[in-house]
Structures are given as C-alpha cells and as structure tokens.
C-alpha cells in the first residue's frame, strides 16, 4: 500500500513537472523598462536605430549574441548577422533567417527583430527555446539589403524602393538589380526582367550583386551545418517553397508542403489569419534565381520564403499597428519549422522506434502482471 | 505469506512499469506526424551544379532586352482555389465589385476563393468563381458567384465581369455618406492630401475616406488593365486635390500608385474622380504617368 502510494504521488509529481516545462510561456507582469522595450517593436525602424539595436543585443547577453559582418553592399556597407545560441565546445547545427532583402518590406526586419528579442526573451524560461539554443544557433540577418533599405527610408518618394542600389550598365541608366533573382539557381530563366529598369532585373549575371554574393558565400561555408532557411518578405500572406521554375520539383516537397502547412496552421491559430502554402509557380507566380531556391540547391532541406501581412490593402505600407500581431503570428509559423527541423535532426527515428519497443516490452510486461 | 509477497511484488511492478511508461516517452519523443521516407533528400554535400536543369524549349537567349517568361499552360477545368489563376481572376472580380458598388465608405476586398473553373471559350477565357468577398469598413462578409471573360488574342479590352453577391452590402453607410457629402461639397474649403497611407502605414482620421474613394476609383484602372498574367493593387495615394463640385458631384484629382504583383511594378496613375451619393463613384479620366523623368507621356484617356 505505501508503494502504491508513493508511486502515485511521484506520477503526479512527474506529470506536473513536464506540463510547465514543456513549451509553456511564462506570463510575468512587464516591468517599467520591458515595456518601453514592448513599445520598440511596435514601430518601424531605420537603419542606424537596427545597427544600434544589434549592438544592444550583444551588450545585454555577452554570452549568447555575437555579430558577423560578412559581406558588403555596393555602397560599401556592412552586412551583419546576429549569432545566437548557447555556447558550446563542439560544431553546432544552424537556422538561417534574413529580413529585407527587398527594401520596401519594412514589416520583415521589423519581424527579424522581434524573432531575435523573443527566444532571448524566452530562452532562460521555456524549456524548448532553451533546448534549441543548446542544440543550434540562429544566424539572423535583420536587414539584408542595407543600401535599398536605407534608400526607402530617404523620403516618401522612395519608400517603394525594392532593389539593391548598384547602378545599370551597357547604357542603362536605371538603378538597382532584384536581389531575390540574382542568385546562382536557374538564374535568368523565368519570371525576371533583362531590363535595368525593371523591378525583377536579374542583373548582368548571377551573383553580380556583392549583397547575393554574401548570404552565397556564408551559405556556401556552412552548408553542411544549417538544417533550415528563412527568408522573410511581404506582401501576400504565403508560404512558399522550392522551387521558382514550374518544371523542376524539390525532391522532399511533400515533407516541404507538410511543414509548411503546419506552419500556416499555426500562424492562424493566433490571429485567424490565412497564410497559403505552396511552390511559387503554384501560389504566387514563377520566378528563378531566389535565395530560397539556391538554399534548397545546395542541400539545405527545408527552404520557405515567409510572405507577411497583408493581402494588398496597405501592401508594403502595413501600419504600425499591425506590426505586432504580423509578427506574433510569423513567430508561431517559423516556430514551428524550426521545431519540426530541431527534433527531426535531435530526436530521430531511431529513438522513436527504440521507445515504441519499450512501451510494447512494458505494455506486455503490464499486462502478464495483471493476468498472474 | 506467499500471497501477500506476491500481490507485493505485482503492485510494485505496475507502479514502476507506470512511472517508466509515463517517463520514456517524454524523454524521447519524435514528431508523432512526420513520417520518415527513405531518400527524402539529397545527399548533404550534393555535387549537383546550380543551373543543370534542362533548359526549356521556350527560353530564347538574345541579347534584346525583354520579359523572360515560360510561356504559361492555361488552366482549364476546375481550378485549385489556392492556386494563382483562380487568385487572380478573384481579384479582377473584386475590382469590379468595387466599380459597382464602391464609396468613401465602402470598399470591398477578397476574403477566399471556393472553387473555380476556367475554359476556352472561342477565343476567350471564361472563369466561374465561387468566393466570399469582404466589405473591410464594416467588417461585413458575403458569398458571390461571378463568372469573367478574358478577350483573347492582341486586343487590350477589358475583362467582362459578371457577379452576385449576398449579404456582402449588408452595411448602412448612407448616414456616415451624406454626411460626409455635405461636409464637402461646399466650395469654400478644398481638401488635399499626400501620401496615404505614410511610410508607417499611417493616416489621419478625415483621410480614410479620400484613401477609400482613391482605392474605388483606382479600381476602375486596375479591373480595365487587368489579364490572367496580372495581379492589381492600389499600394498608396501619393496626392489628392478637391476641385469645385460640379453638378452636385464632389470632384477630385488623384495621383495613385498601383503595385502590380506579378512585375513588381508601381504604376503611376492620374485620375478625375466624381461621387455623390446618388450617383456612385464615376471615373471621367485618367493618365498613365511615366515612369522615368525623361520618357514621353503617353496621351490621355478619358472616359
């Protein structure tokens, strides 16, 4: 009888231990200094304010936030990232994730700063932000395409500026190349534009643009390493996966369209907001020479363009007000791959075979007991 | 005492087989959903080189400057409503919804696509549609039926839309619209504006409804060039100015810019917008305005 009682209080014990560590978020009362930091991430912000903030970043935790500078823009500006996680002694497995690389979708940096305040606000406390940062470390990169970015800051005349600001050539005098068609994947094969005015001009070559050359290079030296890539861009409200071309299908689709309808299942689960999942060419329209494709090429299996808040009511102009909500929804989505990604490389199926086994042992050896 | 021993024994052993049972399969937990497939990617460290794709038939490679494009299958038969053909018919339906029935205080944007369908029809496409359309200044939503002919061949004709919508007008705008009416439509206080929304998405307050009548005039533009290979929506308006009423209709000069998805482009556009409540919005003309500085204007369109 004391055995029994025992083994019931332990069982309750147990299962109140893994209820509150498992995913659960904490709901403390927001001192006076968080919430003016609450209040920074419902607005927009320009360059110098995001260069300064990754600096913050850094300062308030030494031990899980460094910097990166790894590339230069064509007006010779940095390309930072943020690498965050906890440290380690061995290799460790990476997410990737870069906000504008077209200018004029101010609510994506908006989103990479969010992301990067929430799992360091969430890592001390949540048992599963804290077991991906043991495991992987996030390379974020808030602002992909600074020259464009600050360009569309200028005034209101730029503001739906979407290129890089490299100049045109052989003639033409039109600025910028669409970065999102410069990279080495099926480039200047369809959807783009060979004129320099145009929004999808795919530049004079692939990889002419030195911001496409970076994020390749960094990809190219840690391929082996990142179990997932994030791209962020607005507007439309979809999730996208590889391929661009019509004709050429990415051998893990399905496990592609399965994540990532998961992830749009989620992101409604906050807000009730639809986000449609699918190949570019199915959902949106075909394109060639994207990140997200040249992710996929080089090995990279799990490769989704996140498109934000809204359907073309304010398109690229999202109003501050929205900024929240769009990245409280875009976090659960992306969560939700990195989850799936994270356990698919942590937990594999040999142990999920391994405890199917036990639980068949224990379950007969249960029942023999109760027949005896 | 063998009894007591052994009813011992067995309760023991349940209590750990329970208390190991309920800790195994949290400690070591896979994704209960993904099912794991043999080959589901390709190898790490893949040789595979970057554009080794079999080139298509349909891409040329000269050195004029041009569109790439892979010439597009049309889709015929039922359409996937997640999918972009359907996508873009549905927004042609709800520019037209917006011609007929728009105001300063009614504007109408697509909710979701049910089901569609397409086929040739002589030269033509025909789509049928089934959507909810929503009414965003009063949050209310309606099912429409809509059936749309694309002309084919070289003509740049509008499309042809046909629709039925219920429950989708529900909302009473006509006090909040005379209102607004008779508030200017006195000649002594011309209203203007620019860029609304601002950089932030921002506006103030007695700027939505010149937002909203900007989007429903634009809407007259965006349905008349609209074609399957085109994706229409009205990204800002970068000015306005109130002229004298005339008639007993309020007019107004707009400057919009139009974002069309599928180039990317943002189209400048000119337009003289009339309204009343009596007679609706009604769009007397417009101009295509360039893109470049030193390119020509093309001729004025008035309507």
Redesign the interface.
Known sequence: MM??G??SV??VL??LA?QSG?GAQDSAVWSREETTERNYYT??HNMSEITAWMEQMKRENPDVVSSMVYGQTYERRNITLLKIGLSSTVRKKAIWMDCGIHARE?IAPAFCQYFVREILRTYKTDTKVNEMMKNLDFYITPVLNVDGYIYS?HN?ST??W?KSRSPGTGGC??YGT?LNRNF????????????C????YCGTKALSESEAWAVTDMLGKM??DILAFLTIHSY?QLILVPYG????SA??Y??LM?VGL?AAKAIKAVHGM?Y???TSP?????NSGSSRD?AR???I?LSFTFELRD??????????D?IQPTCEEAYAGAQHIIT?TH??AF???A??V??TL??TL??A??SS??L? | MDGLLFS?L?????????????????V????P??T??T????????N?H??S????ED?QTTTE??????E?VMMTGML?P???PA?RAA?VVQHYLNTRYGSPYRWI??S?VHSGSAEDVAEMRKYQLELTMQE?ISNVSGQCSAELLFPGGEGQSAPQVQASCEGLLQSNTTAQEEAFYQQHRASNNMVSG??I??????MEPNMKPFWHLGGVASSFIMLRESNESTLY????VANFTQLETEKDQLRVNYHV?L?E??????IHWKLLVTWSPEQGVQVLQTELQP??HNCEAPPNTTN
């Open positions: 055995m029994l025992l083994g332990g069982l147990l299962s893994v498992h607005r927009y101010w800051w209101e503001r739906l979407r005098t039109c669409d080495y994947a099926n480039w200047g094969m369809v959807g783009v534009s060979t004129d005015c145009s929004e999808t391929r082996e439309s071309h019509p004709n050429i051998p893990n399905d496990e399965e998961g639809d449609t999942v699918g199915d959902v949106l329209y075909a040249f090429l080089i090995g299996p359907k073309g009511e304010h398109g690229f102009e999202l109003p501050e929205q799936y356990d698919k937990y594999s199926y142990a999920t391994t405890a036990w639980t224990l379950a050896w249960v007991a109760i005896l | 011992d067995t309760v023991w052993s349940m209590d750990w087989t329970l208390l190991i049972l309920l800790v195994v399969p949290t070591v937990h896979g994704n959903t993904v794991v497939r080959g589901s990617g390709p190898p790490v460290g893949s595979q970057p554009n794709v079999p080139l298509s891409t400057v041009r569109e790439v494009v892979v597009e996937n997640s999918h972009y996508r927004t944007f697509l979701k965003i620019n860029d929304p601002d950089s932030y998405g921002h929506n009205m990204a800002q810019l974002h998805m599928i180039s990317q482009e943002i893109k470049c």
